[in-house]
């Protein structure tokens, strides 16, 4: 810091260095105090009054204050009223105004994030209504829904400005994404926000062709994110018929309207990848392997039958062959056991006939002398009967002339000449006819 | 009543066939049913995946509307 000129002196014998600009200072204080850290505090409210661009009260508690304020348009989204006594936590840090020669400094705590502490903040609120939701079974109806993966096309519900719509663009993307996407801009964090949001989601429902809707939003004091937590929105979203993926705030925060959605994500890339379960590339890639190995399959399949088919049909030429060798082995064998049994025949035939021989040799002398005895037994019978010896005895055998017997005398007249065989000779005999009784 | 034919439906029959197919027990005329249907079906899922790969349109919800009004698009 520069000293003054000259012109003014400082004070004599003063160890102190200056003087100095009071402006100059005041900017150097103003430096030095945005230097602290930005911390939370906790402490009552006194003193609030709202100027047109600011609002300002002091923050106390047993031990000491703070003059704090705010920007009147932060303060207002925060759709909160302050009195003296109310408990709060502000966020923030130390801010000087130097003043000038028109306006008087002051000292502050700038506040950027404000809420209520105690049985009035908006935790609590948003705890009974979120109680009394869940009660009315209002967070089952959107999760059973069924939701595409692969829609072709999506509604956003998002700020027009917000880093929230780069972040769903970037997100599809990944996926490999390129359908319809639909935007519905809208304000998503001051008190009009609830009915726009949900005027809007009503309309992308309606659109038929809307297969999911995203409603994103980037992080925000509880007090930015309130116009998701508004119950007639958190109605209108439980009772679509399309699903509704939410990203709203950080994700330690926890507005309404994730507890009703179909999916809540952390971040608006998490749910347009929610959206979007399939990244497209990698189905593609997967659809043409699977095309390939159903033609494999299906070729396989053929091309094993076909084998198969062609060995059966193989397969009787092949059994013909091999029976008929083993038919010609089997008749080899037949014919060289028929000549084995052939000359083992002969062989035994030929015993059988010289046994034969012998034995019909032995057969032949024995029959010999029964046959002499047979002959003698009828050369003794025959003998018997011979009339030969009944001449013998003095009987006579009468005969004609050529030796034939005669039994009667009829006979012998009627042959004439006889003869008389005696035992000693034969007599020829004339028969004398005229005599007629013979004689 | 058939199911709606979806993309989701589409995919999982066709992992379905080919896990059929894969254990080596369907006969052949089952076999060549099942890959008659599973090309069926991967053409349809191809179909489905070519619907989402013509680019990123961007419209807004008014756009939308508008052109749903004046008949320009299916609702």
Redesign the interface.
């Known amino acids: 810091m520069q000293p003054v000129t000259a012109v003014t002196q400082g004070i004599a014998d003063s160890e102190l260095p200056g003087p100095y600009p009071v402006g100059s200072y005041a900017a150097q204080l103003k430096r030095r105090l945005q230097e602290f850290a930005r911390v939370q505090l906790v402490g009552e409210v006194w003193g609030f009054r709202a100027a047109r661009a600011r609002v300002y009260f002091e923050l106390r508690d047993a031990r000491g204050a703070l003059p704090c304020s705010m920007w009147r348009t932060e303060f207002d989204e925060l759709q909160v009223a302050l009195a003296d006594g109310m408990r709060v936590v502000v966020g923030g840090g130390c801010d000087y105004y130097p003043g000038s020669a028109a306006s008087s400094p002051s000292f502050s705590f700038a506040v950027s994030e404000l809420r209520l502490a105690g049985e009035g903040d908006l935790l609590a609120q948003l705890e009974r209504l979120r109680r009394r939701l869940h009660g009315e079974g209002l967070f089952e109806p959107q999760k059973m829904l069924a939701r595409?993966?692969?829609?072709?096309t999506i509604?956003v519900v998002t700020g027009e400005q917000g880093k929230a719509r780069d972040d769903v663009?970037a997100g599809?993307?990944r996926r490999?994404?390129?359908?319809?996407?639909?935007?519905?801009?809208v304000p998503v964090q001051d008190r009009h926000a609830s009915p726009l949001i949900a005027a809007?989601l009503r309309?992308?429902a309606a659109?038929?062709?809307v297969e999911v809707v995203i409603v994103a939003r980037g992080g925000g004091s509880l007090a930015d994110l309130f116009a998701f937590c508004d119950e007639t929105l958190c109605r209108t979203v439980a009772l679509l018929r399309v699903p509704v993926i939410s990203s709203v705030g950080h994700h330690t925060d926890r507005t309404l309207i994730d507890d009703v959605a179909a999916v809540s994500c952390s971040t608006p890339t998490h749910a347009a990848e929610a959206a979007?379960p399939?990244d497209?590339r990698a189905?593609?890639a997967g659809?043409t392997v699977?095309?390939r190995?159903?033609?494999d399959?299906?070729r396989r399949?053929?091309l094993s039958?076909a084998r198969a088919l062609g060995h059966l049909s193989r397969a009787p030429a092949e059994h013909v062959t091999r029976h008929r060798k083993a038919l010609h082995q089997r008749l080899r064998e037949l014919r060289a056991s028929a000549r084995r049994q052939i000359e083992r025949g002969e062989a035994l035939e030929g015993v059988h006939l010289l046994v034969l021989e012998r034995s019909a040799a032995r057969m032949q002398g024995s029959g010999r002398v029964q046959r002499g005895r047979e002959l003698e037994r009828l050369a003794l019978a025959l003998a018997a009967h011979d009339p030969q010896r009944t001449i013998a005895r003095g009987y006579a055998l009468v005969s004609d002339r050529d030796g034939a017997p005669l039994g009667s005398a009829a006979a012998a007249r009627d042959a004439g000449d006889l003869a008389l065989r005696f035992h000693d000779g034969v007599v020829a005999v004339k028969v004398d006819v005229q005599d007629g009784r013979g004689g | 009543m058939t199911q709606e034919r979806?993309?989701?439906s589409a995919?999982g029959r066709?992992?379905e066939?080919?896990r059929r197919?894969d254990s080596g027990d369907?006969g052949?005329r089952e076999?060549?049913d099942?890959?008659r249907e599973?090309?069926e079906l991967?053409e349809y899922?191809?179909g489905?995946?070519e619907?989402?790969?013509?680019?990123?349109?961007?419209?807004?919800?008014e756009e939308?509307?508008a052109r749903?009004e004046a008949g320009e698009?299916?609702?």
């Not at chain 1, 490999?176 to 519905?184: N, Q, S, Y």
């Not at chain 2, 619907?51 to 919800?61: M, T």
């Open positions: 595409a993966r692969l829609p072709k509604g663009l599809l993307r490999g994404w390129g359908g319809r996407l639909v935007w519905a801009f809007a309309e992308l659109i038929g062709e979007v399939v497209c189905a593609r659809l699977a095309a190995r159903l033609r399959h299906g399949a053929v039958r | 979806t993309y989701e995919v066709v992992e066939i080919i197919l369907a052949l076999t060549l099942l890959v599973g090309r991967v899922c191809a489905e995946l619907a989402v790969n013509k680019g990123l349109e961007e419209l807004r919800l939308l509307v749903l698009l299916k609702a």
